[in-house]
């Protein structure tokens, strides 16, 4: 026997806002988001670099006094060079890339192109700015409404 349907049980399709990758440019990003984003890149950042300054260099200055000036120790050179390499190049490159696109989804929840991010002064204007509220070019709204009517909640007309 078929199970009675129920308007209620009916369960809606994901949107088609949701967050498919941290570094595709579709879809909207609130100022929250992004600032709690741009904190987790300094944050990453500033761990990095005081692992270097505190750890990496005093072990490689170590390693080179005991070796008279150079470092004797293959293993540790090797792996101090890859995590410098890390530490300047690649890390700080994909925290910029993630910081654009991230930066591009704010724009679009203000429903400007993700270009106009590239301008120093306007892109910080325009963070602080609030989102276009509902669907704009770029999506839909990513602040869930608070309450949901159903048909027969509404009111009536006289």
């Known amino acids: 026997m078929a199970k009675a349907q129920n ?6 399709p994901k949107s088609g806002n949701d967050e498919v990758s941290y570094f595709l440019t579709k879809g909207r990003i609130r100022r929250k988001a992004f600032f709690l984003r741009l904190l987790l890149i300094i944050v990453l950042l500033v761990i990095s670099n005081s692992v270097m300054k505190f750890y990496a260099m005093p072990q490689y200055q170590h390693w080179s006094d005991i070796g008279g000036g150079e470092v004797r120790n293959q293993i540790f050179l090797t792996t101090y060079r890859i995590f410098v390499v890390f530490n300047n190049i690649i890390l700080p490159a994909i925290c910029g890339l993630f910081l654009l696109v991230q930066g591009a989804k704010r724009m679009h929840d203000i429903n400007k192109s993700g270009w106009y991010f590239l301008f120093p002064v306007y892109d910080l204007f325009m963070l602080l700015a609030p989102g276009t509220v509902g669907q704009n070019d770029y999506g839909i709204d990513p602040k869930p409404q608070k309450l949901v ?4 909640e509404l009111e009536k007309k006289k």
């Open 149 to 152: 009517k159903y048909f027969d």
């Open 7 to 12: 308007i209620y049980d009916y369960k809606p």
